[in-house]
């Protein structure tokens, strides 16, 4: 185990380069198993996350090799059809194996997903799509088993708009048999990139980023070689630590367009932004103003980035309302700061912040990988050093994270326990 120990006060200031998205990975490392033959990812981030895909991918019979940002994966023997249960326990993304080894195999069998603690996650929407399709669903003792000799293309209806059902849907759907059309898919720009890569794969997709996706499934698909996105939530979070340390930051490799709902909102806080085509310039302020914000699925305000904003708010001037609207149990951040002075009241999905004028350095926890980063953010505004432990959580998501902090000012050190 290992903890963070942050000296407060640091103005960050320079350029950070901003790594390819985990969110995204994760279904492209799954849609590999859906080819035989060697796929290539560049600008992967190799991240504690990554490693354990790429482990339950080993598990089935491909070999992962990753050097120098580029994640190779070779899917042309795969020999089981059953992913380790202490992996799929540990990860969720873990569950986007079972689209691709159902369209596959025929036949798939799995834990119960594990994750970050931050609300129930059901799987049921996937679980549907796979039956409209065709499959034979059996869940008992924390175990789900599939089969479906064939799958057949099918009109699909998402409850919610949910990423990992999306994408578990098209990557099956890309091998049925027939036409199957998602009403009501995500839209968010992980959608986008894992599209690009099954269409390079031979995929017939058309409509990603929209709410009506349609597939018409072919009978094989080919390796591709594909770069992904940056990551979106990592620059988010780089955006923050700026404003909330009053700093001047040059965020490097990212997509502006992903990054409205988050811009939007620093530049109401009061802070300066220049966004360029593929980087965003930030002159932090010294006097932040209050927000309300509400979390939303793409394009509404990420729940990714909410831990993050409400570190930043605790020492905005006046009171600020946080919604949180798609996770029920992610605000266990706000225990953490208020540990460090932080006032904030909650009341079932809402968060009152008021600002005070400094928050007070303390020993927190990273309760999961998002408030790792608030934690984080937190300490740079704090007087004194402040000690952030479980930081396993916060390896998960953001690569290469104190090296990168420690080259823009933060007063940082890595400590094993």
Known sequence: MKKILIEGGARLFGEVHISGAKNSVLPLIAATLLTEGVSA????????????MCRVLNHLGAATHFERGTLSIDTTRIVGCEPPGELVRKMRASFLVMGPLLARTGRVCMSLPGGCA???????????????MGAKIDIGHGFIEAKAPRLFGSRIYLDFPSVGATE????????????????????????????????????KIKGAGTNTIRIEGVSSLSP??????????????????????GGELIVNNVISEHLQPVTAKLQESG?????????????????????????LPYPGFPTDMQAQFMALLTVARGCSVVTETVFENRFM??????????????????????????LQAATVAATDLRAGAAMVIAAQMARGTSVITEIQHIERGYENFCQKLEKIGTRIKVLDI
């Open 271 to 295: 802070v300066f932004l220049e966004v360029g085509y593929d980087s965003i310039h930030i002159l932090g302020n010294e006097e932040l103003r209050p927000l309300d914000i509400k979390t």
């Open 168 to 203: 578990n849907l098209m990557m099956a759907a890309s091998l049925a048999e027939g036409h199957t059309v998602i009403e009501n898919a995500a839209l968010e720009p992980e959608i986008i990139d894992l599209s690009n890569l099954l269409s390079a794969m031979g995929a």
């Open 224 to 245: 591709a070689r594909h770069t992904v996105i940056p990551d979106r939530i990592e620059a988010g979070s780089f955006l923050v630590m700026a404003a909330a340390t």
């Open 118 to 132: 931050i609300g129930a996650r059901p799987i049921d929407l996937h679980l549907k799509g796979f039956e409209a």
């Open 333 to 358: 951040h706000a225990g953490e700061l208020q540990k460090m002075n932080a006032d904030i009241r909650i009341d079932g999905n809402t968060a009152r912040i008021n600002g005070v004028s400094h």
């Open 41 to 52: 990812i560049d600008e992967s981030p190799w991240l504690s996350d990554v490693d354990c």
